[in-house]
């Protein structure tokens, strides 16, 4: 399948804008709250799913 066929979204992580403090780890000054995760339907024969993130300040952190 292809990877692009998978479009996920938040209303509080947007694209090319900072993580707002709300979603920021509380020992980094954020309020640590996990921010929505929507998704439209997976290709056909999808069983599950796996979110992974990664970030880049932070590389031997790594949060699902």
């Known amino acids: 399948p292809n990877p692009a066929s998978l479009k996920v979204s938040s209303q ?29 339907a997976p290709p056909v024969g999808t069983k599950s799913l796996a979110i992974t993130c990664h970030d880049h300040d932070a590389p031997t952190t790594v949060c699902l």
């Open 12 to 40: 509080v992580v947007q694209e090319g804008k900072p993580i707002p403090m709300s979603a920021v780890y509380g020992g980094a000054g954020g309020q640590n709250v996990s921010p929505d995760l929507s998704w439209d």
